[in-house]
């Protein structure tokens, strides 16, 4: 074979063995290919939906300026009539008949600028005047021995709602028969001892309105039209230095052991 055609067949064939090697290289630098849109799972958008609407539908009811009255039913007493006030300066308070004394004493719960406020109503189990006994500051949490839980959804656990970094799982809900709104199940996502709000269905209106809560603390329903709000949310009755009213009935102070006379 003639030499030029030797060196023909030498340089082609070292081609021949270069070639595989120099694809495989230019496939390596080629960037991926993105993910085609039928890939994304399309649940979580929803529920990151409900989270969103249900979250501004908190912001405006912490906005929400009014008195309401909403109807209190799914507890041990009977059906009771609860009165929220959400005052122009942002004070608030809620009027909780059978809140405390096991349910014989009427109590008003309110947070004005010089604090955090229970007071006692006139009532079957508490006779007298009204008066107030002061807790704390305005942002402090009312103790869990005189808690009776119903002004929560009207006013820390909006805060809750609004804040995207609290482990809560929110999907639609269907309003029941008679409320008016939207309505969302939240579920808390961590195992906890004191969640931050009880799991349950919340409902509102689309200016913020409250409609509807059912949770642990019983079922809370809006009993009419709300009315508008004070300048500020008055205090039941004067300030007194005195022993707030617990939850627990009070143990009879005149009982005796027995053969005592």
Do not use: K
Request: aromatic share 4%; glycine share 10%; with cysteine.
């Amino acid at each position: 074979m003639p030499a030029h055609l030797r060196a023909t067949c030498r340089s082609t064939g070292v081609l021949v063995l270069l070639l595989p090697a120099l694809l495989t290289a230019c496939t390596a630098d080629r960037p991926a290919p993105p993910p085609t849109a039928g890939s994304a799972d399309p649940a979580p958008a929803e529920v990151d939906a409900a989270r969103d609407e249900l979250a501004a539908l908190a912001a405006a009811a912490r906005d929400r300026h009014l008195t309401a009255r909403y109807t209190l039913t799914g507890t041990d007493g009977p059906t009771r009539d609860v009165t929220v006030t959400s005052a122009a300066d942002g004070t608030w308070r809620v009027d909780v008949p059978g809140g405390a004394l096991g349910g014989t004493a009427d109590v008003s719960l309110a947070a004005t600028a010089d604090g955090l406020f229970q007071c006692g109503l006139p009532s079957a189990g508490r006779p007298e005047a009204a008066s107030c006994v002061r807790l704390g500051d305005r942002d402090d949490a009312v103790p869990r021995r005189l808690d009776p839980r119903v002004q929560h959804p009207f006013t820390d656990w909006l805060e809750v709602l609004t804040d995207r970094r609290t482990p809560l799982a929110v999907s639609p809900a269907t309003a029941p028969a008679g409320v008016a709104g939207t309505c969302y199940a939240v579920e808390t996502t961590s195992a906890s001892l004191n969640p931050p709000l009880d799991v349950g269905i919340y409902c509102y209106e689309p200016d913020g309105t409250p409609t509807y809560v059912r949770a642990a603390l019983g079922t809370l329903t809006l009993a009419g039209p709300p009315g508008p709000a004070p300048a500020t949310a008055p205090l039941a009755g004067p300030v007194v230095n005195a022993e707030p009213l617990g939850l627990e009935a009070p143990t009879p102070s005149g009982s005796t052991g027995a053969g005592t006379s």
